[in-house]
């Protein structure tokens, strides 16, 4: 999980520097997922920042902050699964993916430490990008507790997170082909002007 969320951020970064070359502007970069890769987007959101000025590779001192984000059924709190069927009620990793945190996320004074870094929740910013969340009211691997507590800690600094329930969705649903035009409208409105960025 530590690489990935590094690799992450890397790529924005990547991309950046290399924005002339692709044809973009890099003031304008927007990232999508669903599941794990809506959650990967939210760690982009809350933490995506400068690099350092001294990195000996100009594309580690670019920015990996993004301007928009739309996902489906982030986790968002890692620490407090709520009634996830991941939740084995110990205050640990979810059940299915201990492996993934590193070999000593069973160790829970570790974990709590481990979670924390990896868990959105707890770096919502005034600084965040609009974020559009869709999720279904009768998912059972990331319940929509987690969606709707990550836009309540948002709204109270001021920030755009809309979140749009899906009736009887679970972890996933036939007509998310559908939701995804949607996406498109929340890029087409946050990328192509920057006004509006706030809340």
């Known amino acids: 999980m530590v690489e990935i969320t590094e690799d992450m951020h890397r790529a924005i970064r990547y991309t950046r520097h290399h924005a002339r070359e692709y044809g973009i502007d890099p003031e304008r970069i927007g990232v999508t997922g669903g599941s794990a890769g809506g959650h990967l987007s939210l760690m ?6 400068a690099g350092p000025n ?5 594309v580690d001192r670019e920015s990996s902050a993004v301007q928009a984000v739309a996902v489906f059924y982030p986790i968002t709190d890692l620490l407090n699964l709520g009634k996830s069927t991941e939740n084995l009620g110990d205050g640990g990793p979810p059940k299915s993916f201990v492996k993934e945190f590193g070999p000593q996320s069973t160790n829970l004074a570790i974990w709590k430490v481990v979670g924390r870094e990896r868990s959105p929740m707890y770096f919502v910013n005034s600084n965040m990008p609009p974020i559009l969340i869709y999720h279904g009211d009768a998912d059972t691997l990331v319940p929509l507790d987690q969606s709707e507590r990550f836009q309540t800690k948002s709204h109270e ?31 087409d409105k946050y990328l192509q002007s920057r006004s509006g960025l706030g809340a």
């Open 54 to 58: 001294d990195a000996s590779d100009p």
């Open 157 to 187: 600094l001021h920030r755009t997170v809309e979140l749009v329930v899906h009736p009887g969705g679970k972890h996933g649903w036939l007509s998310m082909v559908w939701d995804i035009r949607r996406f498109a409208d929340w890029f």
């Open 44 to 49: 982009l959101a809350t933490r995506g920042g």
